[in-house]
């Protein structure tokens, strides 16, 4: 039995990323998109396309792994995990993540990752994320930085 048609879209979506080929990815994605996540939130069009091409492009360590995938007509869904440095501390990052999609005309119409960014801060921040990850200090401070970091990346573009 082969896949169902957004099955595949995604598992080429995954295969994009263990690339590093941001543009992939972004091209798999309608032209209104929506993507959030811990960090990223309510990106929209252009823009989530754009994050993954700045994280392709920093990710120079980065290695994907992905399972799971599931989709029919409307919804899908993937596991993946990724292994990093994280580029302002230095710090190794398991991060463990559950996405959900929805489809539009053969491509994904909005993504949403999950994962556990109080885990995610005590690896990437080390001593901070241990005592303060937990706190939406921490939370909006690093989703500001990460913001502003996709700014610079649009603007150098």
Request: net charge positive; glycine share 8%; aromatic share 12%.
């Amino acid at each position: 039995m082969s896949a169902h048609p957004n099955a595949a879209l995604l598992t080429s979506f995954y295969e994009a990323f263990q690339r590093k080929d941001g543009a992939a990815m972004a091209a798999l994605y309608a032209d209104d998109v929506t993507f959030s996540d811990e960090v990223f939130v309510g990106l929209e069009g252009p823009r989530a396309g754009a994050m993954w091409r700045m994280l392709c492009k920093n990710g120079k360590d980065l290695e994907l792994t992905f399972s799971g995938v599931e989709a029919d007509d409307a919804k899908g869904k993937a596991h993946w995990e990724a292994r990093y440095t994280f580029s302002l501390t230095g710090r190794k990052v398991h991060n463990v993540i559950d996405a959900t999609f929805t489809f539009k005309d053969g491509r994904i119409a909005t993504h949403v990752d999950r994962f556990d960014f109080y885990r995610w801060a005590r690896q990437a921040l080390g001593v901070t994320g241990l005592l303060l990850g937990w706190t939406p200090l921490v939370k909006n401070k690093v989703r500001a930085q990460a913001s502003a970091s996709l700014d610079r990346f649009v603007a150098g573009r």
